[in-house]
C-alpha cells in the first residue's frame, strides 16, 4: 500500500487552504479535497458525514488532513480518531509556503523496516518499535496509547498504565529472555522510554532526542549501557 504518487495533490492543497487545516479522502487510489467543515478549521478539522459514508461504500482508503505551523506528528487527538477509524491516516505540516513530505500512520499501514525507521512521535518512537516488534516478530498487537508529545513533562504515566492495560506483568532482570520489555526514566520523573530484549544482552530501542521529529533510527545496545536508566522489566501474558 502506498500513497506517494498522490503527495505532490495533497502537498498543495495544504498550501492552497493555509493557515486552515486541508482535509481530503483518499478512494480508488485518488485524493479526493474535501471542505473543512470544522469550527475550528485553523486547529482542527471535520469532513462531511455524508461524504465519508459514500466514501466508506466505495472503499475507503485513506483519511488526509494537515498541521498548520504545527509538528509533523500526530495529537493524541489524531492517533484516537485513527484507531476508531481504522484506516490509515495521512499526515503532513505546512507553514503556508512549504509543505512537509507526508506520512502515513496507523496499523493497517504497512510496518516500517524496525531498523531503517527514523523517530517520529507517535508513528515510529520507541513505544511503536516495540508494538512493531510484537506485530512482526511475535504475532502479537499490542493495543496503541494515543499520547502527545512530551506527555512525560505533564506527570502522565502512559507507559506504565498502558503496559500494565496489555497484559503485562513486572519480571526480575535475572528472568529477563527474549520478548521481554524494559521501562526506562530518559530526563524524566516517569517511565518515557522502552524497548525489547533480543537476546546476547542486547536491547533493540529507539532514542529520541529533543524533537518530536528527528533523523536518529533505532539502535541494538548493550543492556549495562541503560542499566542506570532501566526502571524494571516486564513479561507479556496472554
Known sequence: MSFSHLYPEI????LDVYPEECCGLVVDDKYHAMPNQSDDPENSFKIDSTAMLAARKIGLQAIVHSHPDDIAAPSSADMASQIENVVPWILLNTDGEFAGEPF????????????????RHGVTDCYNLIRDFYRQELNITLKDVPRDWEW????QTLYEDGFKEAGFHKIDQSEVQYGDVFLANIRSNTPNHGG???GDEMILHHLTGSHAVENRLPKR????????????WLRYEE
Open 11 to 14: 502537498k498543495q492543497h495544504a
Open 104 to 119: 502515513v500512520f496507523g496499523d493497517s499501514a504497512p510496518i516500517p523496516d524496525l531498523m531503517a525507521r527514523t523517530f
Open 152 to 155: 512525560w513533562s505533564k506527570d
Open 196 to 198: 525489547v530484549y533480543v
Open 221 to 232: 545496545d548493550l543492556v549495562c549501557r541503560y542499566q542506570n536508566y532501566i526502571s524494571y
